[in-house]
């Protein structure tokens, strides 16, 4: 027997269900981004493919996994690092509308890195990896994230990402 179409559901339920839906579907979403250096001091940056601009590496966090293993993930992932040392915090950041697409939180972490040996897994999502000296760093970070690379530089945080 064949479901009755939405429209004959009481007004009510429509109404709950509404609720419920915007509830699920309007949370925060946690990420991480790596304020990621080579030990000779180069950042990591990646060119974006939505936008076309450089950005700190990074991504949402999944299912059962820890912060400390995405950060190694999206660095891997996203800039062709095999060779990451998680540094430390350096802070959580939540404005609403640095990211268009989403509400997210984005906890910033300092990580060592080992020179890019791979390509981007995903060539639509990142187009381009490079490392950076001081001098040579964009003006302006994808999503607005400038100021989360401007406290790495200055070295702001201090507790250890477990």
Sequence with gaps: MPLA???ILPRSVMGLAKEVAKALLRRPVVGVSAAARTPDGRWLLVRRGDTGTWGLPGGTL??????RSCVVR??????????TTVGRLIGVYSRPDR???????????????????????NPL????????????????IAHNMSDLLDAARRGDGEAILE
Aim: net charge negative; proline share 7%; hydrophobic share 35%.
């Design 5 to 7: 179409p939405l429209s």
């Design 62 to 67: 999944e299912w059962g996994e820890t912060l």
């Design 74 to 83: 999206e660095l891997e992932e996203e800039g062709g690092v095999t060779q």
């Design 99 to 121: 990211d268009v697409r989403f509400h997210a939180v984005t906890v910033l972490v300092t990580a060592e890195i080992a020179e890019p040996t791979r390509q981007p897994i």
């Design 125 to 140: 999502e990142i187009r381009e990896v490079r490392l950076f000296t001081d001098d040579e760093l964009p003006r302006e």
